[in-house]
């Protein structure tokens, strides 16, 4: 007997992989936090022989080394992978063998070097499913861009490479085989995945861009090369800390997880080493927070945008949470490498308000009353603040693109003395750049919470192509989400 449970956490768009076989078990591309590989192991009264990475993953730390000292399982990485802590090197078409399944490395280059498919090979030998990293996605191909400075390699020499992984290695499998890779929509490592999170390998032959048959190399270089944006900043880090370990989890959770006074917490804040992080829902953070704190709230694609907004992954930071979730804000900042919380304020916003210290507001309207100022003054300075592709699509003609991933680039356009309306796909973006610029000094901010389409279907100037961002079926956390 034998399961493959596939253990997916929405706000990385991460998929981890479970298997187990006749009282043995590997995962493959874990998380973090080790627990639920450790009590899914107990319970199901099996031993972890294997970690199984298919690559130096570059936007999350991989638990790989806590939970290898752990369970005593050995660490795999695919061929010319080289760690600064013991693990095992495979060599293409090595075989292991887990109760009565097999797993076969299948080495995959192109979106890193080391890159490597698994193949899992039933007790009968037949090929059922295979494990594809970065490599293969529902809809698309891994991003070949981000091992270049270690390769001295070009993008499209890697996209290459990447053509001639999936072609070799891929494409010759059997058509009713499983795919499972390690993320899905919403994920930066790729630019057209899909909101499945597995497929059959003959239907992405059918319907993914990069899999057509008669794909030539250039076109596929070409193709998967195009519109890509820059990569978060914090991902050079995370693959770094993947490949020569990090600070032992339990530690940084502990450390993390202290309840400190409204004192205490006043005390770290003023010191100019140390950011205050509101983790809050944006609607309550615009209602009152702490000055010179900074709002990624949990309640969207949280662990990306800190990633992203906060430049030094060494950065101390003390918390405002909702209340009972202290313990899962550190884990997510762990997650992306955030190692450095120095614990949250005991009883949140309220203990501040109760103490008598001072909170401050961002005017917050929705898109009815924006709709109703532009009206009254069509030059109202507006700040649009999603990505380049959101806004090539469809944008008010009147506004400015202000980018939330190039905040610091972008910071000289704007002049302190005036107001501006800052918006994006559904107000969780647009309250992270308010909460930036008033930390910076900017006051005057005016937060449009709500959708982008029902901005489109009003009184609004737009450009662009006019295609709708939202899936009919869409709902409003979808959208943050994806935020």
Same mark, same amino acid.
């Given at each position: 007997?034998?399961?493959?449970?596939?253990?997916?956490?929405?706000?990385?768009?991460q998929?981890?992989?479970?298997?187990?076989?006749?009282?043995?078990?590997?995962?493959?591309?874990?998380?973090r936090?080790?627990?639920p590989?450790?009590?899914? =192991?107990a319970?199901?009264?099996?031993?972890?022989?294997?970690?199984?990475?298919?690559?130096?993953?570059?936007?999350?730390?991989?638990?790989?080394?806590?939970?290898?000292?752990k369970?005593?399982?050995?660490?795999?990485y695919?061929?010319?992978?080289?760690?600064?802590?013991?693990?095992?090197?495979?060599?293409?078409?090595?075989v292991?063998?887990i109760?009565?399944?097999?797993?076969?490395?299948?080495?995959?280059?192109g979106h890193?070097?080391?890159?490597?498919?698994?193949?899992?090979?039933?007790?009968?030998?037949?090929?059922?499913?295979?494990?594809?990293?970065?490599?293969?996605?529902?809809?698309?191909?891994?991003?070949?861009?981000?091992?270049?400075?270690?390769?001295?390699?070009t993008?499209?020499?890697?996209?290459?490479?990447?053509?001639?992984?999936?072609?070799?290695?891929?494409?010759?499998l059997?058509?009713?085989?499983?795919?499972?890779?390690?993320?899905?929509?919403?994920?930066?490592?790729?630019?057209?995945?899909?909101?499945?999170?597995?497929?059959?390998?003959?239907?992405?032959?059918?319907?993914?861009?990069?899999?057509?048959?008669?794909m030539?190399?250039?076109?596929?270089?070409?193709?998967?090369?195009?519109?890509?944006?820059?990569?978060?900043?914090?991902?050079?880090k995370?693959?770094?800390?993947?490949k020569?370990?990090?600070?032992?989890?339990?530690?940084?959770?502990?450390?993390?997880?202290?309840?400190?006074?409204?004192?205490?917490?006043?005390?770290?804040?003023?010191?100019?080493?140390?950011?205050?992080?509101?983790?809050?829902?944006?609607?309550d953070?615009?209602h009152?927070?702490?000055?010179?704190?900074?709002?990624?709230?949990?309640?969207?694609?949280?662990a990306?945008?800190?990633? =992203?907004?906060?430049?030094?992954?060494?950065?101390?930071?003390i918390l *405002?949470?909702?209340d009972?979730?202290?313990?899962?804000?550190?884990?997510?900042?762990?997650?992306?490498?955030?190692?450095?919380?120095?614990?949250?304020?005991?009883?949140?916003?309220?203990?501040?308000?109760?103490?008598?210290?001072?909170?401050v507001?961002?005017?917050? *309207?929705?898109?009815?009353?924006?709709?109703?100022q532009y009206?009254?003054?069509?030059?109202?300075?507006?700040l649009?603040?999603?990505?380049?592709?959101?806004?090539?699509?469809?944008h008010?003609?009147?506004?400015?693109h202000?980018?939330?991933?190039? *905040?610091?680039?972008?910071?000289?356009?704007?002049?302190?003395?005036?107001?501006?309306?800052?918006?994006?796909?559904?107000?969780?973006?647009?309250?992270?750049?308010?909460?930036?610029?008033?930390?910076?000094?900017?006051?005057?901010?005016?937060?449009?919470?709500?959708?982008?389409?029902d *901005?489109?279907?009003?009184?609004?100037?737009?450009?662009?192509?006019?295609?709708?961002?939202?899936n009919?079926?869409?709902?409003?956390?979808?959208?943050?989400?994806?935020?």
């Open positions: 007997m034998k399961t493959i449970e596939q253990i997916y956490t929405g706000c990385l768009a998929g981890a992989y479970f298997i187990e076989s006749e009282g043995e078990a590997a995962v493959i591309d874990p998380l936090e080790t627990l590989y450790i009590r899914r =192991a319970e199901r009264g099996v031993k972890i022989k294997y970690i199984f990475e298919t690559h130096f993953h570059a936007d999350f730390v991989s638990g790989h080394v806590d939970l290898a000292h369970t005593g399982a050995t660490i795999v695919g061929p010319s992978a080289v760690t600064s802590f013991e693990s095992h090197t495979a060599t293409d078409g090595e292991f063998n109760g009565k399944i097999k797993i076969k490395v299948l080495h995959t280059p890193t070097p080391e890159s490597t498919t698994y193949l899992l090979i039933n007790d009968k030998g037949i090929e059922e499913a295979i494990f594809t990293g970065d490599t293969l996605f529902i809809g698309d191909v891994g991003r070949p861009d981000l091992a270049q400075k270690a390769t001295n390699l993008q499209e020499d890697l996209a290459g490479c990447l053509f001639d992984s999936l072609r070799s290695k891929i494409f010759p059997p058509d009713d085989i499983i795919v499972y890779p390690a993320h899905g929509a919403g994920s930066a490592c790729g630019k057209n995945m899909s909101t499945e999170t597995w497929d059959t390998l003959g239907n992405q032959k059918k319907t993914n861009y990069a899999m057509r048959a008669n030539t190399r250039d076109e596929f270089i070409r193709e998967v090369t195009d519109g890509l944006l820059p990569p978060p900043q914090y991902f050079a995370n693959a770094k800390m993947n020569e370990g990090y600070n032992e989890f339990d530690k940084v959770m502990a450390a993390g997880s202290k309840a400190l006074s409204v004192n205490e917490f006043e005390v770290l804040g003023e010191e100019d080493d140390v950011l205050i992080l509101d983790v809050r829902h944006q609607k953070f615009v009152g927070h702490i000055p010179g704190s900074i709002f990624i709230g949990l309640n969207g694609s949280f990306p945008w800190v990633g =992203a907004m906060i430049p030094d992954i060494n950065q101390k930071i *405002i949470t909702p009972g979730l202290e313990e899962e804000t550190v884990m997510r900042l762990a997650r992306v490498g955030y190692d450095h919380a120095l614990g949250y304020l005991k009883g949140g916003i309220n203990a501040w308000r109760d103490a008598g210290k001072s909170v507001e961002i005017k917050s *309207i929705d898109v009815g009353e924006f709709k109703n009206e009254h003054n069509p030059d109202i300075s507006i649009d603040v999603r990505k380049p592709d959101e806004w090539e699509k469809s008010i003609s009147t506004a400015q202000f980018p939330l991933d190039f *905040i610091n680039e972008h910071m000289t356009e704007i002049l302190p003395g005036n107001t501006y309306y800052l918006h994006c796909r559904s107000g969780y973006r647009s309250t992270v750049a308010s909460s930036i610029l008033k930390a910076r000094g900017y006051h005057n901010l005016v937060d449009v919470i709500g959708a982008f389409d *901005i489109k279907a009003s009184v609004f100037p737009i450009e662009g192509n006019c295609e709708s961002l939202l009919p079926s869409e709902t409003a956390e979808d959208m943050l989400e994806k935020d």
